[in-house]
């Protein structure tokens, strides 16, 4: 077989495979042979139909099956032995003639294939970079200590009514002389939640209120008529809403209010483990180790993001083979139009410029990812899911099982993959370049990343 390669510029080129029958006939009778073992057909037994009459039937499928593989076969390996820096698939080419598999021996098939640009990515201590090193604030701390105490919490009774505490009773409608209505609603297990009404005044009637008081309020005006929220409070259709506009009573039978966990031994055993935080300082100080842990991969990832800028900057404008990758984009999205190629086209070569950048990184820093790496970050994902609730304490037997669950799904090993890359990643390249450390708090942290994404959608 012979396969010929010729460059057409410096990001295209010309693949053609000169296929003759010596190079396929062989597998083409060693498939007719393996097939005639298999094959029924009345008036013959089982493995004794003549090979005649299999060919007949059946060789020009076995022949096409054997070109088709031998074609891709000798395709990526002549590619691979010849070090092709290929970008997407081989196309085939306009100048290719039809090929008749049943009538012709001796076959050419013609590829277009697109090359990647030469350049040089490289980085070192003479390559400036900023890293922000983000402040983990008392008042940050003191927030994540309160979420614990509330999700430890447990609701209590009380007597007399303070905002955020609910109200339960019986709710009756009154006419208009502030008597009980006859035949109107009476809701004898309705709730309340006063804070929440959108009525200031309506709120303000339920300031003080006790057990057994009985409070006459107007639910429509309290929420401004919000359909959604009498209809739940009413227990009634929505066409029936309007029919009870007038005041209301209501008996406070039951005063909830959620009571914050203290902070003692018990609830820092529930919390953080048994006797793994003492004090409430202690508490504070696993919190910010926490905290800290999640903002070291928010610091890395703008990190990585700082470096992709810098490093697209350095190496400059890349020529790309615009219409032959048009082409291989179109064939690749065979249910999408001419406009979805356009539309996309210049972000793709946006994305395809720092994937081959992002390559030659990895490849000088070393990095390879094993099964091991994908395990440890499957469980690190699920540890930073779980803390973003608020829950720090979860049995590393559970955090296992659910990082297995994880392993399951293609996709999201798939994303993993790309994380333990980039971690990886992040961590050789602050070893190679100057950092800029910069301290910054969360909040200007977080609208910094607002701020960026503002920009890049304004300019999409």
């Known amino acids: 077989m012979d396969i010929q390669f010729q460059k057409i510029g410096k990001v295209s080129g010309e693949l053609t495979i000169n296929m003759a029958k010596a190079d396929y006939e062989a597998n083409v009778n060693k498939s007719l042979k393996e097939l005639g ?3 029924q057909m009345p008036g013959f037994r089982p493995g004794h139909v003549p090979a005649s009459l299999v060919k007949k039937m059946y060789g020009t499928q076995v022949k096409a099956d054997e070109v088709n593989k031998l074609l891709q076969d ?27 598999i049943e009538k012709q021996d001796d076959f050419t098939f013609i590829f277009d294939i697109a090359i990647a640009p030469k350049f040089k990515a490289e980085l070192n201590n003479e ?18 200590l309160g979420a614990l105490q ?16 609910i109200m339960r009773g019986t709710l009756a409608e009154l006419d208009e002389n502030g008597q009980p209505k006859e035949g109107g609603l009476v809701i004898e297990t309705a709730s309340l939640m006063p804070e929440y009404f959108k009525n200031d005044d309506q709120k303000k009637i339920f300031d003080g209120a006790k057990k057994n008081d009985v409070i006459t309020f107007n639910p429509t005006t309290a929420y401004e008529a919000n359909e959604a929220e009498l209809m739940s409070l009413f227990k009634i259709e929505r066409e029936d809403v309007a029919n009870h506009a007038g005041n209301f009573s209501f008996q406070v039978n039951e005063i909830s209010r959620f009571v914050p966990a203290t902070l003692d031994q018990e609830f820092f055993d529930k919390v953080f483990g048994k006797d793994e935080v003492k004090s409430e300082d202690d508490a504070r100080n696993k919190i910010k180790e926490s905290i800290h842990d999640l903002q070291v991969n928010d610091s890395d990832y703008k990190f990585m993001l700082d470096v992709r800028a810098y490093m697209e900057q350095k190496v400059g404008e890349l020529e790309f083979p615009d219409e032959l990758l048009k082409k291989i984009m179109k064939a690749n999205n065979k249910d999408k139009d001419e406009k979805f190629v ?16 992002k390559e030659q990184l990895v490849k000088a820093s070393k990095i390879k990812v094993n099964d091991k790496d994908i395990k440890a970050a499957a469980v690190q994902a699920a540890r930073f899911q779980f803390a973003q609730y608020g829950m720090n304490n979860i049995p590393d037997e559970y955090l296992e099982n659910y990082a297995q669950e994880m392993l399951k799904h293609q996709e999201q090993v798939n994303q993993l993959v790309d994380r333990c890359v980039d971690q990886k990643l992040a961590a050789a390249l602050k070893e190679v370049v100057t950092l800029n450390h ?7 942290f977080a609208k910094m990343f607002e701020e960026n994404n503002k920009a890049e959608e304004a300019q999409a």
């Open 37 to 39: 073992k298999k094959v």
């Open 74 to 100: 000798s395709l990526f390996d002549y590619i691979k032995s010849k070090k092709i820096d290929m970008l997407g698939e081989p196309l085939g080419s306009e100048k290719q003639t039809p090929q008749d």
């Open 127 to 144: 390559d400036n970079i900023d890293y922000y090193d983000i402040e983990v604030s008392d008042d940050i701390i003191s927030k994540q």
């Open 150 to 165: 509330q999700q430890a919490g447990h609701p209590e009774d009380v007597d007399s009514y303070e905002p955020k505490d």
């Open 342 to 357: 356009e539309d996309n086209y210049a972000k793709s070569i946006v994305e395809l410029k720092w994937h081959l950048i």
């Open 438 to 444: 910069k301290n910054i708090s969360s909040e200007d």
